[in-house]
Structure formats: C-alpha cells, structure tokens
C-alpha cells in the first residue's frame, strides 16, 4: 500500500511540473508573500528582528494556494472521463487519495522552503529567536495539511474546477474566520473560547508564538482525517452511482461517521491535557521559569490569583484572556494546594464587583469601541489580584499589555511579560506578609547589635539621650525576637586594642561634634550574625523610634525576602523618571531624598543617584558614607544634559562629583561617544518608484545613540547577563585608572563596539546633506568605550583626612545644646575612614538612559514601548539588594528584539536579496523539472525504439 501511495504521490507531483502550472503558482505566491512582507508589514520600519509578518498572511496564503493546486484533483477526473478508470482499477481507492494529499503536499513544502531564505537573512540583520520561526513553519505544514483535505473532497465532488477554487477557498476560510477578532468581539469572551478553539487561524497563531501544543496539532490532524475519510467515501459514492443500495453502503456512511465524530470529539478530551507541549522559544518565554516555581515554593499561606474579565470588552484585549487565563492556569498548577485560580465577569456577578472596587480600587475601564457602523464606549474589566494574607497587589491591563503602532491606523496589542508582573506582585506580597508576620522569623542565625560607645560623660548631651533610648529599644527588640537577638556596648576609650581593631575593620575612628568642640568620642553600631555584618546608620532624628527603625532596618538586611529600599537621589528638576519609578516600585520600595542632611535614609539598602548637578559638600558627603557603610552606590551622569524641542542641544554639566569619582580611579570623558552601531531618528524621505514618489518615514541611523548588543553587554556579569540590547543614548566614556583600583574588583557592564569614537565636536544635530550615512563625519580614532562600570571592593573615604562638612556646618552654639532639646545626628561630625569589602559603586555614563522622554523617543522608532533602560536599572537593584530571582524572570521578557542599524542601501540589498534567492530558487525548481521531463521522453523514445 505505501509504495503504490508514494508512486500515485510522485505522478501527482511530477503531473504539475510537466506543464507551467507549478511554476506559475509558486512564482504567484512567492511574489505576494515577499510583497506582504517587506511593503504591507514595512518589516524595516517595524525594526523588529522575527518573521511575524511572513506567518501573520500565511493561513490567507495558503487559502488560495491550495484551493488553486487542489481545484483539478477529482475534477479534472471526472470532467475527462478517467474517474471511472480509477475506480475501476486494481489499486485500492485510499491509495488513490493519499497519493493525490502527499503530492500535493510536496508542492506546499516546495512553496514553504523557497520562503526559507526570510528568516536567513533576518538572522543576519539581528538576533532571531528560531523557535517561533520552527513553530510557524509547523503550522504551516499541518495547517495546509488541513486545507489540502479540504481541497480534495470539495473537488471530489464537482466537475467544475472553477467551483472547486471558490467551493475550498470559502470553507478553509471559514475555518479560519471562525476564530478570529472580527467574529469572536460580538460574543464575550467565554463564547469567544470556544469559537477560537474552533477557528484554524487562532490556533496557528498559537503554535508561531513558538509553543508545540498537541492540543493544536491534533486540532489539524484531525480535520485532516475526517475530509480524507469524507473524500474516500464521496469516491466511494461514485462506484455505487448506478447500484441499488446495499447494506455495505450503510456500513461505510456510518464507519466514515463514526470515525469522523470519534476525530473531531478527541478534540474535547484533549483539551484537559494542558502539560503536553513544547516550548521552543530562546528563553522558554510561554513556560513557568524555576524563579517562579521557587517563589510559589515559599508561599505558607494560601495565594489566591483572581482575573477579572469583562465578556464584552475592546477587541484588541479580547484574545489576550485565553493566553492569560493558561498561564494562570500553569501558576494553579505549579503552586498546587498553595495556589488557587479563579476568573470573574464582574458584570455577572455585582456583588464581586462591589468588593473589587471598595476593598481593591479595581474598577472598569472605558474603551471606545468603534465598528463599521457606529463608535461607542464599553465598560469593562481587565484586571487581575494577586492577594496573600492581608496584602495584595492588583495589575491593570497597563500593567499587562503592550501596545505597538505600525501606523496610525494600525495596532497591535500583545502581552507585555505577564509572567514577570504576576511573580514580582507575588513576591511583593510575600515579602510585605512577612515583614508585618514578624521581623526574626525567617532570620538563619542569631543576630547580636553590637554598640561602641564612649563613656556618658565624653558623650554630648544628645548622644546620652540617645543612648538611653537605644537601650529601651533595643530591649523591646529583644523581648521580641524569641532569643535570636542581643546586645551589647563596649567602650573603645578602655580598650585600644578594641579601638584599632574597629578603625582597621570598619573605617570607624573617634569624632567630634564640631570645629569649636574637638573633644573626641565614639559612637558607632553595628549588627554580626557571626557571618556577616552591617553598620548601623544614625537616623536623622536620635529618639527612640528613630533608633528603633534604623536596627530593624538593619536587621531586615541579614532576612531573606524583604522588601528592599532604594534611596533616589535626582535633583535635576528638568528630568522625568516616571516609568523608572513604576519599574522599581514592583520590586523595592522607592524613596526620594535630597541628601540636605548629609545623610542617606538609614533604611536604604541602595542609593541612586541621577543626574546630578552642582552637588555641595555635604550631598557628597552623604554618598561617600554610604559606601563606606558597606552599602552601594550607583551614579548615572553624562558629559552634557541634553534637551530637545525643536532641535537637540547639549549643555555641560557639573556634577559635583567628578573630584570624589577621581579618588577611585574613575573620570568620565567630557566628549560624547559616537558608534556606528547606532540607533535610530525617524526622517521623513521621498522614495521614486517608476515615477511614483512616495514619501515614508524612514529611519536613519544617530550615532549618538549607541546601540549596544552582544559583548557589548558584560555576559559574565548577572547584571547584564539577560539583556540582549541596550540603547545608551548621549553617554560619556569611562576611564579606569587600574593602579588606583587594586585590590578592588573592576567590572565593565557596558562597552561601545570597536567602530566607536569621541566627538570632536559639541553639535548635536545630524546633517544628512553632508553625511548620509551618520549625519556626522566619521571618527578618525576609533574603539571601544566603557560606558558603565562596577567596581567592588574596600574604598577609603574621601574625607579620611579631612574636617567632615557636617562638623564645618554646626552651628557655634552646638556644644550648649541641652540634653532635652530634639537631638539630630546631622550635629554629629562623625566620619567612617574607609568600607568593608562588600562596598559596590556602580557608575553609568549616561543619565539620559533612564528619563522617560528619551525612552519615549526611542519607541517612537521602534513603534513599541521601550524599557530597556529601566529594565537595566532594575537589574542592578535586583542584583546589589541580592534578590536575583527576578533577573531571570525579565530575562524572559517578550520585547523583540530590534535589527541592527543599518542605511536605506543596506536595507535594500537585504530586500533585493531574497527576491534574487527567491528568483533563483524557481529558476533552480524550473531546471530541474525540465532535465526530468527530457530524461523521461528519452526513456519513452528508446522504449518505442526498441519496440
């Protein structure tokens, strides 16, 4: 049976070859194909690295083209005559027909493999992820499988090749309409279900993400079966035409039935079966990463996850509530008893709705709705809560979904990284429970505060109150802690061993309250666990609260899980870091200071410091101490503050902080870096096509702009280890002097490619005209530029040696304070001389990174909302507050990954290139059909010969 299939196989295929036909319909739908792709879908100006658009057509494609290859199958049979020779001859009927499927077959993959060299050469414009590309050419395979069986029973039963077009055209369209957006927005979203399980086009949508549902397979599978089992038995009618009927008849209607029925009802078991697939995208984008699984693993209480969805809601949301509804779906799973998993119309249930909105502030949202007819406004809910314990967290579709404009009219709305803002509200969650559930409860080992204080009478006034409310605190710590925590003083005035030890240890060293009292007195604190150990901050207030937080806040730090504070720093009024602020409230808590003082929070765990501009002694004092209190530092400030409006103007800038940065071997140039791996500007360009002109907008490269990618982003760093592109927009170069840095370990994050150089000059705006290629002239000395870099390691104090600018700022009277006036630390002039190996100062040469106008330029150009430049602040908060769990997590996240900058020639040889391939490809096809034809006429001469 198999040989006599695969020859009836090769005579069909080679039936298509011996005439033009073939190669007029694969020209045909290769020529459409590179058409949608690079002019319908404007694939460089969507900038974008993946062949979505290639497979976005492909179920329309492949409408036509099989509908056009199956149209003569039968027909043409029966309309010549030859149908009855086949259903006379010895060869069984099922050959017949799965001869003519795997024939036809072979001619669709010849049409898919000539569209091979797309995602070829997109893999060389930037990185591709191959797995969605498998995917896609899966479901192309099994979905034409299912219109070919189409195909082949509607021209069974027609003579009519016409009809046989417009008859198979119309029913795999169905099928693929059934499914889609414009027939499932006049149902809710249950209806919707179902109609997108029914649709082929929903579920070939589903398999090009990259993910191998058998779900989906068997879907086409079984259409497949059921219109060959409906083809063999309309042949079968045939044979019986002009016989009186006979119970065989009967048997073989109601076998083909009942196979036909037991096919398609496979499709309702199967969909039980949720854990039988395959992920194939790079990161393993659609599938719980272990972060995940290893958060849901800590929950002690129960979880509850509960979506709340309207039935009737804006289209371009609609078909997200499956895809959301199976990953929670995976999250009940995954967290078992733990985790529990529910979904809610609030429209049907009013009093649920009540409770959303009085307990959880979630309310509906009006989208305008606009459709043929009329343009209306509907209420509804996309939402989901995330609540453990007494805390919770809500996420709106902001939170979810991305929105991509292609143009003005056309948009597409996706799932932001779902994942990621589900586990980070989590362990949000999590984290809030437990820092209200008890401070030493998940404490390893037991921890003693350890207080070097001088006696009472070489203390100033405040510091004796100070102290006396210490002890009451730390008492009532105590009684607290279920014997996990102690405490004790210790005089270093008595003990000069004691006294060196701290000084060579911590950097501590006696104080003074001021320039007019210089009598010397310690008073530092400290926490030990016997493994590691964390300085005490003084608190801006000395009271008894004050005190009391300052300890608890140190002692958070040696308790996995947390909740973190960054300390933001941004005194530049002229900048905007709204979405860096959304991006780091998921994870840390975010408190702005102006460091006035001299002080940091003391319940910072990190200081960010953005942008700053003309800082005064005592600001950079306060980052000074913060390092040397072991904690770490991150600095983002450039060269020029850049503004633009009508045009791009830069301005110098003075941080304040480049004298304290040289103390550690660190200078940032006052040049501009400019790579020819760039991002983008979009340009308004004309473009001649045989007398018509066009004009698009076209995106011309900004040197500027540095495009970082591969090596250039540190993989051996955890920081930088998941990103696959950064832009540093208007960034400075870094230099590191390495001999001032022994002893400390030097990490470059960022570095510019090879092709890169300084400005030698200060003008900001392109010139086209001059420079096509850069808008600026080329750089004569070119190479890398560090751009951010991280050094770790035991730093001196800029002011080891020098008076304390808060001992300089006391007032004359400091030394009379009474012991009852309000006690502040900022009076204390007390300076830590150098900080424990775990100190970290990170420093980004680019502050234009993390301001949302930037970001919002560079979506502009991608047509996408960018948040790399957030993404990688949050990864130095994840990584130096030590909660690495997340990294992973955004590691996965579904931005695409953009192609590499490029000129308009550049882009055009690209395009150029696959129509040659594609052109070379028939000519090669062509060939080859034409050999085989004169070989086989040769054998038949010879044959007549010798007869």
């Known amino acids: ?82 149908i009855e020779l086949l259903l006379t001859s010895p060869t069984g009927l099922t050959e017949h027909v799965l001869g003519k499927f795997l024939g036809i077959m072979g001619l669709v993959l010849i049409a898919l493999a000539l569209t091979l060299p797309l995602p070829i050469t997109v893999s060389f414009m930037g990185s591709l992820d191959w797995g969605p590309v498998v995917g896609g050419y899966v479901a192309a395979i099994v979905l034409a499988a299912a219109y070919v069986s189409i195909g082949l029973w509607v021209s069974a039963r027609t003579d009519n090749q016409v009809v046989s077009l417009i008859v198979t055209a119309a029913i795999a369209g169905a099928f693929y309409l059934i499914g889609s957006p414009a027939i499932t927005a006049f149902f809710g979203y249950g209806t919707g279900d179902w109609l997108r399980l029914l649709g082929a086009g929903s579920r070939f949508a589903s398999i090009t993400r990259g993910v191998l549902d058998l779900r989906d397979l068997y879907y086409y599978l079984s259409i497949t079966v059921v219109f060959l089992a409906l083809n063999r038995l309309s042949l079968e009618r045939l044979r019986w035409a002009n016989n009186a009927a006979q119970p065989a008849h009967r048997r073989w209607v109601w076998a083909t039935v009942l196979l036909a029925a037991n096919a398609l009802a496979a499709n309702l078991w199967l969909q039980q079966i949720t854990w039988a697939r395959v992920d194939l995208t790079r990161d393993h984008l659609y599938t719980l990463s272990p972060a995940t699984r290893q958060t849901l693993r800590q929950l002690r209480e129960p979880l509850l996850i509960r979506g709340y969805f309207s039935a009737e809601t804006h289209p371009l949301l609609a078909p997200l509530v499956p895809e959301l509804r199976n990953l929670l779906e ?123 204080f001088s006696a009472d009478d070489a ?127 998921a994870t840390v808590r975010w408190e702005d200071t102006r460091l006035k003082t001299g002080r940091v929070p003391s319940d910072a765990d990190l200081l960010m410091v953005l942008d700053p501009q ?99 982003l540190n993989p051996a760093s955890p920081i930088t280890r998941n990103l696959d592109q950064l832009y540093a927009p208007w960034a400075g170069a870094i230099r590191v002097d390495a001999k001032a840095n022994a002893g400390r370990t030097v990490t470059p994050l960022l570095r510019s490619s090879g092709s890169s ?9 392109p010139d086209y005209a001059r420079y096509p290629n850069l808008g600026f002239p080329p750089g004569r000395k070119t190479g890398p530029h560090t751009i951010a870099v991280m050094i770790q390691g035991r730093f001196t ?112 040889f690209w395009e150029y290139l696959n129509y040659a391939l594609a052109l070379g490809g028939l000519v090669a096809i062509w060939l080859i059909s034409r050999r085989r034809r004169r070989r086989a006429l040769a054998t038949h001469l010879e044959l007549l010969g010798g007869a």
């Open 330 to 452: 995976e999250y009940a799973v995954a967290g078992g008893h733990r985790v529990h998993v529910e979904f809610v119309d609030p429209e049907h249930h009013p009093k649920l709705a009540a409770a959303a909105g009085n307990r959880y502030g979630i309310r509906p949202t009006p989208f305008q709705v606009a459709s043929k007819y009329r343009t209306s406004v509907v209420n509804s809910y996309f939402d989901i809560l995330v609540k453990y314990g007494d805390q919770y967290q809500v996420l709106d579709f902001r939170k979810l979904i991305d929105v991509k404009q292609r143009s003005e009219t056309n948009l597409r709305v996706e799932l932001k990284n779902p994942e990621y803002a589900i586990t980070s509200a989590i362990r949000k969650d999590l984290l809030s429970y437990q820092a209200g559930g008890g401070l030493f409860d998940t404490l390893r080992r037991p921890v003693t505060f350890h207080g070097y």
């Open 797 to 908: 104090s800029a002011f080891a040696h020098a008076p304390s600018p808060l001992e300089a700022a006391a007032p004359p009277t400091a030394t009379k304070t009474p012991a009852s006036a309000p006690a502040s630390a900022a009076a204390i002039a007390n300076v830590i001389a150098h900080s424990p190996p775990s100190a970290r100062l990170i420093l980004v040469a680019s502050n234009a990174m993390f301001e949302d106008r930037v970001g919002e330029l560079i979506s502009q150009t991608l047509g996408t909302r960018y948040l790399k430049g957030p993404q990688f602040a949050h990864d130095i908060v994840d990584w130096s507050v030590e909660d690495p769990a997340l990294l992973g997590i955004r590691g996965r996240d579904r931005f695409a990954r953009t192609l590499q900058p490029m000129a308009r020639s550049t882009e055009e």
């Open 1 to 82: 049976m198999l040989r006599k299939t695969l020859t009836i196989a090769g005579r069909e295929l080679r039936g298509y070859f011996s005439s033009l036909a073939a190669l007029l319909f694969l020209s045909t739908f290769l020529a459409v194909t590179l058409f949608v792709f690079f002019w319908v879908a404007t694939f460089f100006a969507r900038n974008i690295a993946d062949v979505r658009p290639l497979f976005e057509w492909m179920p329309i494609l492949l409408i036509f083209l099989v509908a056009a290859l199956t149209m003569r199958s039968w027909a043409e049979e029966r309309r010549a005559g030859t």
């Open 614 to 712: 003309n800082l005064d002694a005592k600001q950079v004092f306060a980052i000074d101490q913060f390092l040397m209190e072991g904690g770490t530092v991150m600095i983002a400030t450039a060269p020029q503050d850049v503004r633009i409006q009508q045009s791009i103007k830069g301005t110098p800038t003075h941080s304040g902080l480049a004298h304290w940065l040289a103390g550690y071997g660190l200078s940032i140039s006052k040049r501009l870096v400019l790579d020819t791996a760039s991002g983008a500007l979009p340009i308004p360009e004309q473009r001649d096509l045989g007398g018509i002109v066009l004009q698009e907008i076209q995106l011309v490269k900004y040197p500027y702009i540095v495009d970082l990618r591969g090596h250039d």
């Open 459 to 585: 203390l100033p006034g405040a510091l004796r109150t100070a102290r006396t409310a210490l002890t009451q605190a730390l008492e009532e710590i105590r009684a607290s802690s279920g014997g996990k925590f102690q405490f004790a003083f210790q005089d270093p005035d008595t003990d000069p061993a004691l006294a060196q030890r701290l000084t060579h240890a911590y950097g501590f060293r006696p104080m003074v309250v001021s320039l007019l009292d210089q009598k010397p007195f310690w008073f530092y604190m400290t926490l030990e666990d016997g493994k590691h150990h964390e300085p005490v901050a003084l608190p801006a207030a000395l009271d008894e609260n004050s005190l009391k937080n300052a300890v608890e806040a140190g002692l958070k730090r040696f308790s996995p899980g947390f909740l973190k504070t960054v300390a933001v720093f941004a005194p530049n009024q002229g900048a905007d870091y709204a979405t860096l602020r959304s991006q780091l409230s």
């Open 757 to 765: 150089w300084l400005s030698p000059s200060p003008t900001l705006m």
